[in-house]
């Protein structure tokens, strides 16, 4: 299997912070992975903090963009015992995966259901 991925973004939000304007807060993302004819999709939302550096809107470019998304996300969680897990989040990896299950699933629907071997396509010449 060799899926080829396409990450885009479709939309971004932004806000006035710190006496800036247009600041991104969240990025709309849709991920496209096609493996010879079968495509399978997700789609999903970023959220961002302003930080120390800014990049003025007019000069963000998508792969900027997808950067921020792709950057790793420490995740915290205290159960009610007070047991605190840590653990660390990865888009990038996350949304190729569920690609990935989405066309292995295809595949194996596929070859669950072949053509029927009396039902021939008929070349018209």
Same mark, same amino acid.
């Given at each position: =299997?060799?899926?080829?991925?396409?990450?885009?973004?479709?939309?971004?939000? /932004?806000?006035?912070?710190?006496? $800036?304007?247009?600041?991104? /807060?969240?990025?709309?993302?849709?991920?496209?992975?096609?493996?010879?004819?079968?495509? %399978?999709?997700? %789609?999903?939302?970023?959220?961002?903090?302003?930080?120390?550096?800014?990049?003025?809107?007019?000069?963000?470019?998508?792969?900027?963009?997808?950067?921020?998304?792709?950057?790793? $996300?420490?995740?915290?969680?205290?159960?009610?015992?007070?047991?605190?897990?840590?653990?660390? $989040?990865?888009?990038?990896?996350?949304?190729?995966?569920?690609? %990935?299950?989405?066309?292995?699933? =295809?595949?194996?629907? $596929?070859?669950?259901?072949?053509?029927?071997?009396?039902?021939?396509?008929? %070349?018209?010449?």
């Amino acid at each position: =299997m060799s899926i080829t991925y396409k990450w885009s973004i479709s939309k971004l939000r /932004v806000e006035q912070q710190s006496n $800036k304007s247009n600041v991104v /807060v969240n990025a709309e993302w849709r991920l496209e992975g096609t493996d010879g004819e079968l495509t %399978a999709a997700a %789609a999903g939302h970023c959220d961002f903090v302003l930080g120390g550096r800014f990049t003025e809107f007019s000069q963000l470019t998508e792969e900027q963009v997808l950067d921020w998304c792709f950057a790793p $996300k420490e995740i915290t969680l205290v159960d009610r015992e007070g047991i605190t897990t840590t653990f660390t $989040k990865l888009l990038k990896d996350e949304g190729e995966a569920q690609v %990935a299950g989405q066309i292995e699933r =295809m595949l194996a629907q $596929k070859a669950a259901e072949p053509a029927l071997p009396w039902a021939q396509i008929q %070349a018209y010449v």
